[in-house]
Every structure is written in structure tokens, then in C-alpha cells.
């Protein structure tokens, strides 16, 4: 049939024309292409009780064209395949034309499932389903021993800036986390995908910041099995005398918890709930000890400490406002839980919350002031292992032993929560082809991803032999990465109410709430930086360079080296540029042998 002449693209007519019928055939404006008019109707439900409206009309509303029929324009395909999509577009690069950004014609296929196609979707589904196998207890624990056992070297950390403030340092801290709490849960009822906050991000915005959120949970991830595994090596070393450094016992610790992760998700959750619940029945015992030991002694020592370490009135809120920055990192593990998050059974996630943070509050808070409350100040500040102290104050040896055997175990089960982790991390990443496949190959039996625990094994390594195996860099780095992880979420909560409002979920975060988030990420992330400077220069490894030449007589030194030596270093005002000459050959021997000098 042929089409009206006023016929224009997305008017309506009340013609009988068929679904799909096609008009006559134009020609294109630049005459590259061919052209036709299709006749789209409406379902013939929606045509009962329909309404003319004239071609020659404005163009229907929505709800009236429902009822009519829409012509549009359609270009035909050239038939010998030839021709691009946009002939009329310049296009994006300067000299490069149009056939370069020309991916080819899509083409359209039709396929008909059979009963095995089903069966097999139905399969693929019920698997995926058996993958939900953490309820809340379990997930809790993956997380849990990274967050309840950071009670070893956060308390040190926090009496060091904070004096007696620190039980109120501590309880502030915590109660920080009740802003991340519905934002977590809001993020985990919209987007229940494993490897969060990465694959949150990845559906909010680009694809370059999901991979920056994924540097940045890979770095932390491995600050948190290499700081557990090097602080569960110096805790045991500082109790007992070691065969060997503490660096090899930080290794041995990584590759023990690496064979155990092989054994497959599910059971390495066991063994992390089993830690866990360890940890949290000795945690009970020394408070409950700690609490008789202060009822037999009283209050004197506790007042002793008050007035060795209270500050001036106009430092006090100085002294609290450090120790919460450096309080919130005894809250590291918290960000591990999302990662998993496709493994939980649904509903479980704000549970899962819930067990993290409130066991949290309520053991910093209280730890800390029984240690004020039965150890000498000076003892604190001269002491690492502060826990096995109180132990040793409160009950004799036995409770340190005791103490000193948890510290070691809790800490390993930090280890085991940034593998598993990374893990889930690594799978979405290959999942999504930006690792290789083969990490997603798993082990026949536990069904283990061996290539990705592995790797991370590997990578765990590196950083900690990049680091020196110093435990003190390695915590440095670790602050600020987890620290500007914890802002993803918050961030990526906004960027979901704006960019994908329309996704259901289960609740709904104040905007408030949110800014409150990055804020705060913002102030500790600086305070942070203030408290320990060396915090952000740690890693600067040009803040002193020195170049060395060797030669053999007066004559071998080049007539400028001393000028351009100068030059650099007035060009670099941060870094100082030191000459070295050394009148000798340059071999090996005299190398070694000016390094020792």
C-alpha cells in the first residue's frame, strides 16, 4: 500500500492497515539508503472503544495513540551487506571515518527451546540457588573474626593518642557505624551480587570506577590477611621466643590458611564460626575475670591512670577526636561482608550487620575500660600485647597463655576472611572477562577456585616482601585503603538513587544519612593523616635520593656532574638530591663495600 503524503514519522491514523504492514519505498535524503513506511497497529484488544483522530491533527497523546495506528520511517539494509548504520554523522575521531566505528549489521535469530534446554536452565538455577549456604551466623563469622579481633592492635593504637579517653574514643567509633549499616543493607537488598563493592558500583556507574573499587577491595583484602597474619606472628612473638623471625611465621601463617581455604567455601565458614566462637567465650572469661579482679581491688587504679594521663581541658576534645579516627580502624572486616553477599541467604543481611557491629561496641568499649580500670598507665603505653596484661593481672598466667593462644587464632581467622573474599572478588572479575577465565576453575572435589586463592596468596606475598615484611607499612597503607572503601558505599548508594532509583529493594536510606557517610569518611580519612603524617608519605620513596659515581682519578669525574647534581635538586624542592662521589672502580665488590660504610 502506499502511505498518505502527510504521512510523517510517529503520526497516527485510524486506518485498517495491519501490524507490521509496510508502505511504499523511498529513497533515503543523501540517497545512500533505501526507506519504507511500516504501519504499526495496536493490539485489537486496545482498538475496542478507539477514537479517530485525523492525520491532519496534532499527533496523538500517549494514551490516544494506544488506540491508533503509528506509521514510521524504517531504512532498509543495503541487500549486499555494504553501508554503515550513521551515513549522515561525522564521525567521533578527527581522521579516522565513518567505516572504522562501523561494527557491522545486527542480525536477528530465532531459536526454539527444547524440554532439555529447559531442564538444563532449571539446573543452572537451582545451582545457583544451593550457592546461598551462609545464614546469618556463619557470614557473621567470616567477617566477625576480622572485626572482633582487631581488639589485639586496635586498643594500643588508640591509648597512644587518645589517653583515658580511649573508652570514649572507642564507643564513638562504633556508634559510627550505625550510618553504614542501612546503607549496606539498602546496597544488599537492590544488588544481591558478590564482589560488592565493585559489582555495586559497576551497575551504578562506569566500568573505569568499578575497576578503581576493585584495586582498591583487592589492596584491602590482602592488607587484611597480611596484617592479621603479621600481627598473630608478633603477638606470638612477643609471648614466646620464635626458632625463627616473625616474617616466617607471618608466611607460615599465609600458606597454612591458604591450603584450609582450599577445602571449599561452606567448610571454611565452619572453621571461621568455630574461631569465632572461641574468640567471643575467651573474650567473656577475661571480662568477667577482669570485673572481679576490679571489684576486689576497687577504684584506685583507675583514678591513678585518670590523673596520670588526663590532658588539659582545651586538648581533651583534641585527644577524643584522635582516637576515633584510629578507633574506626579497629572496625576493619566490616567491608568484607558485601563481597559475599550472593552467598547469603536472603534476609540474612542485616543480621549479619547486626552480629558485627553490636558485639563490637560492646567489647572495644568495655575491654578498654577494664584495662584502664586494673593495668598501671605506664604499662599500657610500654606494652603491645595489652590483652594478655590484663590477663596476667586479672588471673595469673594461665588466662595470658590462654589469651596469647586466642590472639594467635582469631587473628588467622582474619586471613582466611580476605581470601575468601578475594576470592568472590576475583570470580565476578572473571565472570565479567576482566581477569582470565581459568580463575574461574575449580577444584573437583571442594569445588574451590584454586587459580584465584592461590594468586592472592601470591600477591599477599608480594606486598608484604614490597613492605619490607614490616608490619608498621603495611597497617599505614592499610588505614587509608580501607578507609576510602568504606567511602564507595555510601557513594555508590547515591549514585543508585540517581542512576537506578526504579530497582526495588527493601529499604530506603535518608539522603542524610548518606552525606553524613562520605563525610565522615572524609574528616577520619584526614584525621588520620594528621594523628600519623607518616601515614601518607610512608610509601614515598623519593623523598631522598642520593646518586653515587664512581671513577678512578680526577680526571674521570665529568666537568658537570656537580651542576646538574644542583639543577635537580633546586628543581624538587620536596626531595633531596645527594651527590655521593666515590673515588674507586665500579665492580661489585666496591659497591658492597660502600654500602656497608
Known amino acids: 500500500m502506499s502511505c498518505p503524503e502527510d504521512a510523517k514519522p510517529g503520526s497516527a491514523s485510524n486506518d485498517g492497515a495491519k501490524h507490521g504492514q509496510e ?96 531442564k538444563a536452565g532449571e539446573n543452572r538455577l537451582q545451582e545457583i540457588r544451593r550457592q546461598n549456604v551462609f545464614g546469618q551466623f556463619t557470614a557473621s563469622a567470616l567477617a566477625g573474626n576480622a572485626v572482633l579481633g582487631s581488639v589485639f592492635y586496635a586498643l594500643p593504637a588508640v591509648v597512644a593518642v587518645s589517653s583515658v579517653y580511649s573508652p570514649i574514643s572507642l564507643f564513638i567509633a562504633t556508634l559510627i557505624l550505625f550510618l553504614w ?35 582498591l577491595l583487592i589492596l584491602d583484602f590482602t592488607s587484611t590477611s597480611v596484617v592479621s597474619a603479621a600481627t598473630a606472628a608478633s603477638y606470638l612473638g612477643g609471648e614466646t621466643q620464635l626458632p ?14 591458604t591450603i584450609i581455604s582450599l577445602s571449599g567455601v561452606k567448610e571454611s565458614a565452619r572453621i571461621a564460626l568455630v574461631v569465632l566462637l572461641f574468640h567471643m567465650g575467651t573474650m567473656m572469661v577475661l571480662i568477667i575475670l577482669s570485673c572481679v579482679h576490679w571489684g576486689r581491688t576497687g577504684s584506685q587504679q583507675l583514678r591513678d591512670n585518670w590523673n596520670s594521663g588526663r590532658a588539659s581541658s582545651s586538648s581533651v576534645a583534641h585527644e577524643i577526636f584522635n582516637g576515633v579516627c584510629l578507633g574506626m580502624l579497629g572496625l576493619t572486616g566490616f567491608e568484607c561482608t558485601p563481597s559475599y553477599i550472593g552467598r547469603i541467604k536472603k534476609g540474612s543481611l542485616p543480621l549479619v550487620l547486626r552480629n558485627l557491629h553490636l558485639p563490637a561496641i560492646a567489647l572495644n568499649t568495655t575491654i578498654m575500660l577494664l584495662v584502664l580500670a586494673v593495668v598501671p598507665f605506664e604499662t599500657i603505653l610500654q606494652g603491645s600485647n595489652v590483652l594478655s596484661v590484663l590477663a596476667q593481672t586479672a588471673a595469673g598466667k594461665w588466662l595470658r597463655r590462654w589469651i596469647v593462644v586466642d590472639a594467635f587464632i582469631v587473628l588467622c581467622g582474619g586471613v582466611l576472611t580476605g581470601i575468601l573474599s578475594a576470592c568472590e572478588l576475583l570470580e565476578q572479575l572473571a565472570l565479567h572477562r576482566v581477569l582470565p577465565n581459568f580463575f574461574l576453575r575449580t577444584l573437583p572435589t571442594t569445588r574451590a577456585l584454586y587459580v584465584s586463592v592461590l594468586s592472592f596468596m601470591v600477591f599477599s606475598g608480594i606486598l608484604y616482601v614490597s613492605a619490607g615484611a614490616s608490619l608498621n607499612v603495611i597497617s599505614q597503607m592499610f588505614s587509608l585503603v580501607w578507609l576510602t572503601v568504606m567511602s564507595l558505599f555510601p557513594l555508590t548508594l547515591l549514585l543508585l538513587k540517581f542512576n537506578r532509583g526504579r530497582i526495588p529493594r527493601s529499604s530506603h536510606t535518608p539522603l542524610a544519612v ?37 671513577h678512578e682519578g680526577e680526571a674521570g669525574i665529568p666537568s658537570e656532574l656537580e651542576a646538574n647534581a644542583k639543577i635537580l635538586d633546586e628543581a624538587f624542592p620536596e626531595i633531596t638530591v645527594d651527590l655521593i662521589i666515590v673515588n674507586a672502580p665500579f665492580d661489585p665488590s666496591k659497591v658492597l663495600t660502600f654500602l656497608i660504610l
Open 23 to 118: 508502505c511504499e519505498i523511498t529513497k533515503d535524503g543523501n540517497g545512500e539508503h533505501d526507506s519504507q513506511w511500516i504501519a504499526i497497529e495496536p493490539p485489537s484488544s486496545s482498538r475496542k472503544g478507539s477514537h479517530t483522530q485525523s492525520l491532519y491533527c496534532s499527533p496523538p497523546s500517549f494514551r490516544e495513540s494506544q488506540f491508533d495506528i503509528i506509521f514510521r520511517r524504517q531504512r532498509l539494509r543495503p541487500r549486499d551487506g555494504g553501508g554503515r548504520k550513521l551515513p549522515g554523522l561525522p564521525s567521533r575521531f578527527l581522521h579516522l571515518p565513518n567505516d572504522f566505528e562501523f561494527a557491522g549489521w545486527g542480525s536477528l535469530t530465532r531459536i526454539n527451546l527444547t524440554e532439555d534446554d529447559r
Open 181 to 215: 549499616r542501612p546503607i549496606m543493607e539498602e546496597l544488599g537488598s537492590a544488588l544481591p551480587l558478590s564482589g560488592a563493592p565493585y559489582t555495586y558500583i559497576l551497575n551504578v556507574s562506569s566500568k573505569s570506577f568499578a575497576l578503581i573499587g576493585a584495586a
Open 244 to 257: 625463627f623471625p616473625e616474617y616466617i611465621a607471618a608466611i607460615l601463617v599465609l600458606v597454612v590458611f
Open 514 to 550: 548518606i552525606i553524613a557517610a562520605i563525610l565522615v569518611s572524609i574528616v577520619v580519612f584526614v584525621g588520620n593523616i594528621t594523628v600519623n603524617p607518616a601515614t601518607a608519605n610512608k610509601n614515598e620513596e623519593t623523598s631522598c635520593v642520593k646518586m653515587i659515581y664512581f
